[in-house]
């Protein structure tokens, strides 16, 4: 594994929020963009303009690569991150009357926008976790039974939280059965975890290019199978097409208003391209190794507790709670006293703590990376014995 850039020689343990360490040849890909390109696609005829184009499409048949999306690539539209792509897809299927079905695993990127649709009409239901992170499959088939039937199902592949990824093959044949479209948010698997359209069978894809996917931040994705009906949710110019007042009914410009985000595609293109030299599998091999050590090296201090199905989740997250400190306060300590960068709190998803019994206190989350170390795993773990010692 090539030496990542890094700024200090801090551990940083934070990559459910950002890959703030990136590699190089993702810097490079935004500063060459930067200085040898500049323009927006889609807008202008020059040449500096038709590179960026070539540069976006580019970008669009990397990503259907790593998705295994067969067919046209512009069904990948470009958004801010996937809070962004979430809020398009929810409330851009959902209408007044209409049914969504979520999870209690849910991130507020997707609680936040399905209440917006509830506000505006439409009806919401929550399927309930149980306390080792799996959904109760039997409730599922029971919410898909009622009526009206439900038009859509939201469900995340993995939970920020705790790394838990859902059984999403099986619920989504199981909401195609009572007619329902399927959303996957991949905003935590992928770059970490296989995220194959084909073999999931969902029917849309919000994603970010700045977890898994080690690229700039202000850059995510949407992928939109054939035939899913989506109303855009912003509303602006597109580069072509420009006479009528409805936005263009073809993708990807149906939902693209206004200038893109560049910079953000050039760099998502180079951490696309990265990702898949190396291999998904390959890297999630690596960091399974990684999180085994470090839960093999906490699980036996006293004071130091794996929060939920953190220990046999997929992804190489893992939430922990010290006694006597509440999750602010390990926080400030673990990087004060050992450098040690990680995530304390509810970590937007609120109701996932309420399963894991972590409402209150909140947990102290751990996430590895392409460029974690053994080094940097062995550091931790020494930080939370000397922790555990000293409380």
């Not at 609120?350 to 972590?358: L, R, V």
């Amino acid at each position: 594994m090539e030496a990542p850039v890094v700024l200090n020689r801090s551990v940083y343990l934070d990559y459910a929020a950002t890959s703030a360490i990136r590699p190089h040849e993702v810097i490079d890909a935004i500063t060459a963009y930067l200085r040898d390109v500049g323009a927006t696609p889609g807008r202008s005829g020059h040449s500096r303009a038709l590179t960026a184009g070539r540069l976006a499409l580019r970008c669009r048949r990397l990503l259907a690569e790593l998705l295994n999306v067969a067919g046209d690539p512009g069904r990948i539209t470009f958004h801010l991150n996937a809070t962004h792509a979430l809020n398009t897809a929810i409330l851009g299927i959902l209408s007044p009357g209409n049914r969504v079905i979520r999870t209690q695993y849910d991130h507020n990127a997707v609680r936040r926008p399905v209440a917006a649709a509830v506000g505006r009409g439409a009806h919401a239901d929550v399927l309930p976790v149980d306390e080792l992170g799996s959904p109760d499959m039997a409730q599922l088939e029971s919410l898909l039974r009622q009526q009206p039937s439900a038009k859509l199902v939201v469900l995340p592949h993995a939970s920020n939280v705790t790394g838990q990824v859902f059984p999403v093959r099986e619920m989504t044949e199981l909401a195609h059965t009572y007619g329902a479209a399927v959303l996957l948010d991949a905003a935590q698997s992928l770059g970490h975890y296989p995220v194959d359209v084909h073999e999931l069978g969902v029917d849309m894809v919000a994603f970010t290019g700045h977890k898994g996917v080690p690229g700039p931040q202000g850059i995510g994705g949407l992928w939109i199978r054939e035939g899913i009906q989506v109303e855009p949710l912003a509303f602006g110019g597109t580069g072509g097409d420009s006479g009528p007042l409805e936005m263009p009914e073809a993708f990807p410009d149906h939902l693209e208003a206004g200038t893109q985000n560049a910079v953000g595609i050039a760099g998502l293109a180079a951490a696309t391209e990265w990702i898949l030299g190396r291999g998904v599998e390959n890297l999630h091999r690596r960091e399974t190794v990684l999180k085994r050590r470090l839960i093999g090296g906490l699980a036996p201090l006293e004071k130091v507790r794996v929060c939920g199905p953190s220990a046999s989740s997929a992804l190489g997250i893992v939430a922990v709670l010290v006694d006597g400190l509440d999750s602010a306060e390990l926080t400030t300590r673990i990087e004060k006293e050992h450098g040690i960068q990680g995530r304390g709190g509810l970590h937007c998803a609120p109701e996932a703590h309420e399963c894991m019994g972590t409402l209150e206190s909140g947990a102290f989350r751990l996430s590895l990376g392409w460029a974690t170390t053994e080094e940097e795993i062995d550091h931790t773990v020494n930080a939370f014995r000397a922790l555990s010692e000293s409380t």
